[in-house]
Nanobody
Framework: QVQLVESGGGLVQPGGSLRLSCAASGRTFSTYVMGWFRQAPGKEREFVAASSRSGSSTAYADSVKGRFTISRDNAKNTVYLQMNRLKPEDTAVYYC???????????????WGQGTQVTVSS
């Protein structure tokens, strides 16, 4: 079955950086779009970034554009989220997801990881 396992979360000071990883298994990684979403306490899950199958096309939420970068290594079946200049409002559980089209809608993704906590605080 499909499994998505995130790692790399943690506590970081404002202005710092983290790199999240999501290792996928269970189906041919390179044939699926990958996305990152996040959910803060008391808030709806929101789109963060997405990558096309090859990685040549990406999409970002306005709130992270210029600070976050999504990338993927199809040989390693892994997608990454490099997060720079982190802000307290970036605090959330971050989820990777696998789907068939690049979309900001969570319903466009059919498999999800368990999430990794990112906390930005001094």
């Amino acid at each position: 079955q499909v499994q998505l396992v995130e790692s790399g979360g943690g506590l970081v000071q404002p202005g710092g950086s983290l790199r999240l990883s999501c290792a996928a298994s269970g189906r041919t990684f390179s044939t699926y779009v990958m996305g990152w979403f996040r959910q803060a306490p008391g808030k709806e899950r929101e789109f963060v970034a997405a990558s096309s199958r090859s990685g040549s096309s990406t999409a970002y939420a306005d709130s992270v554009k210029g600070r976050f970068t999504i990338s993927r290594d199809n040989a390693k079946n892994t997608v990454y989220l490099q997060m720079n200049r982190l802000k307290p409002e970036d605090t959330a559980v971050y989820y990777c997801a696998q789907g068939r089209v690049v979309t900001i809608m969570s319903k466009g993704y059919d498999y999800w990881g368990q999430g990794t906590q990112v906390t930005v605080s001094s």
